[in-house]
Nanobody, 125 residues
Framework: QVQLVESGGGSVQAGGSLRLSCAASGNTNSRNYMGWFRQAPGKEREGVAAIHARTGLTYYADSVKGRFTISQDNAKNTVYLQMNSLKPEDTATYYC??????????????????WGQGTQVTVSS
């Protein structure tokens, strides 16, 4: 089992920045990949960024490339999502997720079995 707790959401104007944190606890073997996902009202949950726990390889959705950065601090069991140049369309509830699987689609919602409770990000124009 893995427990995930997100923090760092809030409200910001377009062009601003926020950093989300995801504190993980529990079985480290269940955290082969860590990912950030988001869900806006009326829309499906989508993958934003993911990181391989051991190699540090990162993956990004096209919509956030160059603006968002995922990173990890293994000593603190924490994954971060630095979000810069935020746009109103980035407004959503952001979720941290973990999976023990080795797979080819690290931004796929269906690949993850452990989820945090979510943190709201609101970007105003």
């Amino acid at each position: 089992q893995v427990q995930l707790v997100e923090s760092g959401g809030g409200s910001v104007q377009a062009g601003g920045s926020l950093r989300l944190s995801c504190a993980a606890s529990g079985n480290t073997n269940s955290r082969n990949y860590m990912g950030w996902f988001r869900q806006a009202p009326g829309k499906e949950r989508e993958g934003v960024a993911a990181i391989h726990a051991r190699t540090g390889l990162t993956y990004y959705a096209d919509s956030v490339k160059g603006r968002f950065t995922i990173s990890q601090d293994n000593a603190k069991n924490t994954v971060y999502l630095q979000m810069n140049s935020l746009k109103p369309e980035d407004t959503a509830t952001y979720y941290c997720a973990a999976t023990p699987q080795t797979f080819a689609r690290p931004l796929s919602v269906n690949a993850y079995g452990f989820w945090g409770q979510g943190t709201q990000v609101t970007v105003s124009s």
